[in-house]
């Protein structure tokens, strides 16, 4: 089953939309935290779907005072991009960096990294991530410190992702963490595959 994409029509009026704001901001933060995985101390991983998509077009709009059909339009265009397709999962990647020291520090160290995320499965298969606008963004001297990624995985991987024991691995050379899936996370990306 395909993600469903948003639409146009899904986005509210600003007047409508921030009458309701407090109480969906609440809810997409906890949805976040469900779907948030801390790689290592300074990567995590928020997994997104249709919910936190129309979260972030929505604020978008908002923020941008977006009036026009034709402007939503465009932000929806650029956004349904980050809900995954059928047999994957999609995730905004975060380098969580605080500092001008530890950017300076980090970056450049950590080139590939969007390409060093896989999931290991119980089978012993893995799916690795990548960055479709990899060409477009990748510069051989550093990296940027948000990236988007793609996990593809085929029917039978679906299947072992389902028996559990899923873990997360980052095994870039200046960078190596290992994680397992929480219970919560394990539940909440596997409703991702319908």
């Not at 709009?61 to 465009?74: F, L, P, S």
């Not at 047999?87 to 960096?97: D, I, K, P, V, Y």
């Not at 991530?129 to 793609?150: I, N, S, Y």
Request: proline letters at 4%.
């Amino acid at each position: 089953m395909t993600m469903r994409k948003i639409t146009v029509a899904d986005i509210s009026e600003l007047r409508a939309y921030n009458k309701g704001r407090d109480e969906l901001r609440k809810r997409i933060i906890a949805l976040k935290a469900r779907r948030r995985i801390q790689v290592g101390p300074i990567m995590s991983l928020v997994f997104e779907n249709t919910d936190t998509v129309h979260w972030q077009i929505s604020e978008m709009v908002r923020a941008e005072r977006i009036t026009t059909e034709e402007g939503v339009a465009t932000e929806v265009k650029v956004y349904n991009d980050l809900i995954p397709d059928e047999g994957e999962l999609s995730a905004t990647m975060f380098l969580e960096l605080t500092s001008d020291e530890e950017l300076r520090d980090w970056l450049p160290r950590l080139v590939g990294i969007h390409r060093a995320l896989r999931f290991v499965l119980a089978d012993g298969s893995d799916a690795r991530g990548f960055d479709p606008e990899e060409q477009r963004l990748t510069r051989e001297d550093t990296t940027p410190a948000v990236h988007f990624l793609v996990f593809r995985f085929r029917p039978e991987q679906v299947a072992s992702f389902a028996q559990g024991g899923v873990r997360l691995v980052c095994d870039h050379p200046e960078y190596r963490h290992d994680v397992a899936l929480t219970a919560e996370q394990h539940a909440e990306l596997l409703a991702d595959f319908g």
